[in-house]
């Protein structure tokens, strides 16, 4: 007797299977299809989203400048070089400030947040290393020793007091405040000031307009983190230097 091709054979069991199981509920089939189209979609939205991501940061990389991923999902500062990630900051909260109101959930965010952002200004005045002078000279053929020779005793410059909080303002509309759980008045106030002083913002027009104002309201992020964490990345941000943000529930990077 010859045996039966593989093909029909693995039908015959899968046919088998099916008979086993018994036919579908009332609804059942049609509910189950629902179920699959929901789980594609998904995969779908997901697959989209690590695409814009990945592009989002491979224009960042570039050049060999560093650049900053306000990572909103994991809830840290990410400093990157390339695609390298080479400093990392905790956060202990962090939220975009109308978060909700912003875009509906469930859908790509619109182009105006999703964006490479270009540090502006930050504020929290940088103080300038002061310099320490050497004691007067003693009498002449008074004996020195070495050991008591340190760094505050012959010159050198005292290392300058980074703020442990501040906020950084990006042209494209993004206010990012770093230390505090919450932005103090007066960190408004400076992004108030900066914003009507620069002519080189570039704010797209789909942003939402502010009530009573002529110029779109600012996306603010408040990220509350250590004040010596605060103080490390400071002198890390530059004028000129780029970013971009990873949402809540975004796919890693």
């Known amino acids: 007797m010859r045996s039966l091709p593989a093909t029909m054979l693995m039908a015959l069991l899968a046919g088998g299977t099916a008979l086993a199981q018994g036919p579908p509920g009332p609804g059942g089939g049609e509910a189950e299809m629902r179920a699959a189209y929901a789980r594609l979609l998904q995969k779908k939205l997901t697959l989209e989203r690590e695409k814009r991501l990945k592009e989002l940061q491979l224009s960042l990389a570039e050049s060999d400048a560093p650049y900053m991923v306000v990572d909103l999902e994991d809830r840290a500062i990410r400093i990157f070089v390339r695609v390298v990630e080479v400093q990392r900051y905790p956060l202990l909260s962090a939220e975009m400030e109308g978060e909700?109101?912003?875009?509906?959930?469930?859908?790509?965010?619109?182009?105006?947040?999703?964006?490479?952002?270009?540090?502006?200004?930050?504020?929290?005045?940088?103080?300038?290393?002061?310099?320490?002078?050497?004691p007067a000279p003693g009498q002449k053929g008074e004996e020195v020793d070495p050991r008591s020779v340190t760094p505050d005793k012959i010159?050198?410059?005292?290392?300058?007091?980074?703020?442990?909080r501040y906020t950084l303002l990006f042209k494209e509309g993004l206010a990012v405040s770093l230390g505090g759980q919450a932005t103090r008045p007066e960190e408004r106030g400076w992004v108030e000031r900066k914003l009507s002083r620069l002519a080189s913002l570039v704010l797209s027009p789909e942003m939402p307009e502010a009530p009573g104002l002529d110029r779109p309201a600012q996306v603010w992020v408040h990220a509350e983190m250590p004040a010596t964490d605060a103080q490390a990345l400071y002198p890390s941000l530059y004028a000129g230097m780029r970013a971009m943000v990873r949402l809540p529930g975004d796919p890693r990077l």
């Open 100 to 134: 909700r109101g912003l875009f509906a959930a469930g859908e790509p965010p619109p182009d105006w947040v999703d964006r490479i952002y270009e540090l502006a200004a930050k504020s929290g005045p940088r103080q300038e290393p002061v310099r320490i002078e050497p």
């Open 155 to 164: 010159g050198l410059d005292k290392p300058p007091d980074y703020p442990g």
